[in-house]
């Protein structure tokens, strides 16, 4: 977890939206191996926000939550 949200804090310090998202997204796939499934939906909405800002649509419909 640690590991995740680290690397969740070092892409929200750049401009670069994309990888925030995917970030997110990664943070949120080990939330849900943990089974921690609110958490998990909760992280795959932010990474769907931070795609469909960018407007990579192909990317967000990926974020399922």
Do not use: N
């Amino acid at each position: 977890r640690a590991l995740a949200q680290s690397a969740v804090d070092w892409s929200r310090q750049t401009d670069a939206l994309a990888l925030q998202a995917y970030c997110l997204s990664e943070q949120a796939a080990m939330l849900d191996a943990l089974g921690d499934r609110p958490g998990a939906a909760a992280t795959r909405h932010q990474a769907w926000a931070l795609y469909a800002a960018k407007g990579d649509k192909v990317s967000a419909a990926r974020v399922q939550f």
